[in-house]
């Protein structure tokens, strides 16, 4: 019922091993943000905020090379050339997941009180420490988070963990985990994840690129920094 027909038979090691890797990948996704955390510290000196800023985005690009490495090792992907028809797939999930999107935050607004997402709230926060976390912050969120998440939540964890699960349950399993992993107060700021997630899975088994969910990842990201500055 859940797993493709066929499907080898891994056993407990390769699962034990693979959950245990996908869990040290977010940890060390986790520690790559350490010097974005020392930012608010440093208040309008400059050589420190360039310094630290620097080393964030050094951070951040060895852990997406240590993802990628692990990302590798379950996967090897025919084609990494995002197509006319990839761009149309996106257009198109887009068409679906916004409004969907908008419906679940004006129900959070007026059910909760909340007018954005906890996880939003947060990082609004540590923007408004300087203007130097404002500029870090941004530039990881649109430019390397989203390869870094997609390449743990859609690369490995889809096409290693749950290799031999059909694919709708990857999916579901891989939205979930993306929304459970991101900050939220109530079921409705965790469904936006969830189901944004969801879209991003469902655009890979579609594709079998990651860099097909890794821009609509980047251009979500790049519309909500772009709303934050107005």
């Known amino acids: 019922m859940f797993f493709k027909p066929n499907a080898p038979k891994l056993g407990f090691n390769w699962y ?13 996704e986790q520690l790559a943000f350490l010097p974005v955390s020392f930012l ?22 060895a852990v997406i090379a240590l993802i990628y490495y692990f990302y590798h090792k379950v996967y090897t992907q025919a084609s990494h050339r995002v197509t006319k028809s990839d761009w149309l797939l996106i257009l198109k999930c887009c068409l679906v997941f916004y409004p969907l999107s908008c419906l679940l935050l004006y129900l959070n607004q007026h059910l909760f ?3 954005t997402s906890l996880n939003q709230e947060q990082i609004m926060q540590m923007m408004d420490t300087n203007q130097a976390s404002a500029i870090v912050i941004n530039i990881l969120a649109v430019f390397f988070i989203p390869i870094a998440e997609e390449l743990i939540f859609r690369g490995f964890l ?13 999916i579901i399993i891989s939205g979930i985990t993306f929304g459970a992993l991101h900050s939220t107060s109530n079921i409705l700021e965790f469904a936006v994840y969830a189901a944004f997630g969801m879209t991003l899975g469902y655009i890979f088994n579609k594709t079998n690129k990651i860099e097909v969910p890794i ?5 979500n990201n790049g519309l909500s920094t772009l709303l934050s500055l107005f």
């Open 215 to 219: 821009v609509l990842h980047m251009c």
């Open 113 to 115: 009180g909340h007018e």
């Open 158 to 170: 889809m096409k290693g963990i749950c290799t031999n699960l059909k694919p709708i349950y990857a």
């Open 16 to 28: 034990f091993t693979a959950i245990a890797t996908f869990i040290f990948l977010i940890i060390v």
């Open 40 to 61: 608010e510290h440093v208040g309008n000196s400059l050589e420190p905020a360039i310094l630290l800023g620097l080393l964030s985005f050094v951070s951040f690009t």
